[in-house]
């Protein structure tokens, strides 16, 4: 088992250094598992053992206790090293941070932060349910009988509790979307291994196929109108899209401190303005990130459509600023950043992988755009 410099218990913690600790661990084998598609169960028993999996978790509750600043900080800072890695935990993270945000809100939340603590690894399928989700719910004695395949799940090989939504048609005023939590280990829920990718290929976003899984009431956190936008958005788009990107801003670092290292030294005008070009995007996707973090308000922000929407505006501009950068980095250093012997080939495939976040651009304008003009996020 790998030694860390310090555990959760120690107020003194120095979690960036853990998490980069974590991350030149993990460095070596990154490469390989681009190759092959595999999960590294390891990487997760490394976020698990040093206390990473629990750090935003408040400190009354056994946690580390840092901000969601901070813990964007950590993403980052993992995504630098291994960015498969970072994304897949940045949905455990967004979804302690959405915990975190009614805790602050004078929800009492202690059983998940409990379960955190403890050692669970949270897995969302946030991104393909949306608002309307999918599935089947059928009411049965107690509960539910759910079937569902959930896809993309990143991190489900590593999971202990999916975090999920069913669409339930039957309900008696009309259809609505039970939100629940349903173990790894429950009768009917396996894995298929779907996930086969240009970019991120280790974040092990398979395929979760719920058979026949029985969903007690207690179990249901909500039940809410199928086709109606959902405040719960609001807090899920505000507690997870900073943490997400900066996973991606992580990238974009490792891309921004290859380049600059292969191009020391050079003269010449195209390559001199490239590398400003580059330096530019970075810059704005850096500060585009930090506001996002600035207006979540550490997890304090109002739950309202018109910081959804702002946050989705951010985020759709910022990844279009961290594309940018890592394609100007292999066009300063020229063909070799195009060579699958050069680690910016994958930066640059990886880097890709935030457009496909909630929500991609044409969604996001559409929604931003009813937002203005005062109407529902969706319609």
């Known amino acids: 088992m790998t030694t860390f410099a310090s555990d959760i218990t120690d107020t003194t913690t120095d979690w960036l250094a853990l998490a980069r600790q974590v991350g030149e661990t993990l460095r070596p084998e990154v490469a390989a598992r681009d190759r092959s598609g595999e999960f590294s169960t390891t990487a997760f028993g490394l976020l698990r053992d040093s206390g990473l999996s629990a750090a ?9 206790g840092i901000t969601h600043r901070e813990m964007g900080a950590l993403l980052r800072e993992l995504g630098r090293h291994d960015p498969s890695t970072a994304v897949a935990f940045a949905m455990h993270t967004h979804l302690v941070a959405a915990q975190v945000w009614r805790h602050n809100h004078g929800i009492d939340v202690a059983p998940l932060f409990r379960k955190v603590v403890a050692g669970a690894i949270l897995v969302s399928t946030g991104a393909s349910d949306w608002v309307g989700s999918n599935g089947h719910a059928e009411r049965v004695d107690g509960g539910y009988r759910v079937h569902a395949r959930k896809a993309p799940a990143s991190g489900c090989e590593a999971g202990t509790v999916l975090v999920t939504s069913v669409r339930w048609d039957d309900a008696p005023h009309g259809p609505q979307v039970l939100h629940c939590a349903i173990p790894f280990d429950a009768d009917g829920v396996r894995l298929e291994k779907t996930w086969d990718t240009l970019g991120l290929r280790a974040t092990g976003s398979h395929t979760v196929v ?3 899984v029985f969903v007690p ?23 997870a899209m ?30 001199i303005q490239l590398a400003g070009e580059m330096v530019t995007a970075y810059t704005t996707a850096a500060d585009l990130v930090d506001a996002m973090f600035a207006g979540s308000d550490d997890l304090r922000f109002d739950n309202t459509d018109q910081h959804a929407s702002r946050t989705l ?40 992988g935030c457009l496909f976040h909630p929500l991609p651009r044409a969604k996001q304008t559409r929604l931003s755009g009813r937002v203005l003009l005062g109407h529902s996020p969706i319609g």
Not at 226 to 233: C, N, R
Not at 249 to 254: E, H, M
Not at 327 to 351: H, K, N, P, Q, W
Request: hydrophobic share 50%.
């Open 56 to 64: 935003l978790v408040p400190r009354q509750f056994g946690g580390g």
């Open 210 to 212: 719920l058979e026949q």
């Open 217 to 239: 009431d207690a179990a249901v956190s909500l039940a809410r109108p199928a086709d109606a936008w959902p405040p719960l958005l609001n807090i899920v788009i505000g507690a």
């Open 242 to 271: 900073p943490l997400v990107m900066a996973a991606y801003l992580g990238i974009a670092d490792s891309a921004v401190e290859l380049t600059t290292a292969l191009a020391a030294g050079r003269t010449d005008a195209p390559t």
């Open 313 to 352: 505006a951010r985020k759709t501009a910022a990844a279009d600023a961290l594309v940018h950068t890592v394609r100007l980095a292999m066009e300063t250093i020229g063909g070799l950043g195009y060579s699958r012997t050069c680690e910016l080939e994958m930066r640059y495939r990886d880097v890709h």
